[in-house]
């Protein structure tokens, strides 16, 4: 199973994602765009495992989100990893936050604790919005995202599948913040 924990977005700031989206589309060129459902910050990928790990996954998940209150973010910028001028990933950031990267700290110790690696790489929050998958070119100015501020109040387990309609999601479990 093919797993990840993410930060759930709601629904509304999906939709202004949406319409982000929309008004870009026919300026850039060589991506292929998330839809609007898949859309969230991952917070730790675990890959692939086994059946038997989801019960320990569910314990650390339930001790790092318990009394944890809801993460205010604004969402703020456009951006590329690693860079917007040679892109594989395409995203939509957020303007700084202590709280979001703690937490974030906090899962990667726990799930470390059951055997999963720590990430090595600096936690940039962020949502995918595309990937590049041939030659990236931008034909047009793009327009600045206008900032939103919004609660994260969900954390889930993500199960990421394949079925003829390409890669799917399901949430295996959800913690609320308070």
């Not at 982000?20 to 917070?43: A, N």
């Not at 989801?54 to 809801?70: F, N, R, V």
């Not at 100015?141 to 954390?155: A, D, N, R």
Request: net charge positive; hydrophobic share 40%; glycine share 6%.
């Amino acid at each position: 199973m093919r797993i990840f924990i993410a930060a759930l977005l709601p629904q509304e700031i999906k939709k202004h994602i949406a319409l982000y989206l929309d008004s870009i589309k026919d300026r850039v060129s060589g991506v292929k765009w998330e839809s609007s459902e898949k859309l969230h910050i991952t917070l730790k990928f675990l890959g692939d495992i086994k059946d038997s790990k989801l019960s320990k996954i569910d314990d650390k998940l339930t001790s790092s989100t318990l009394g944890k209150s809801k993460i205010k973010l604004r969402l703020s910028n456009f951006g590329g990893f690693p860079s917007l001028y040679r892109p594989k990933i395409l995203y939509v950031g957020f303007s700084e936050s202590p709280a979001i990267v703690d937490l974030q700290h906090t899962i990667d110790s726990g799930l470390q604790e059951i055997g999963f690696e720590r990430d090595k790489r600096k936690f940039i929050p962020h949502v995918t919005i595309g990937r590049v998958k041939s030659k990236f070119k931008i034909t047009a100015p793009l327009p600045i995202i206008e900032e939103k501020i919004f609660s994260i109040e969900t954390i889930a387990v993500v199960r990421s599948f394949m079925d003829n309609r390409g890669s799917e999601y399901e949430n295996l479990s959800v913690y609320q913040l308070k």
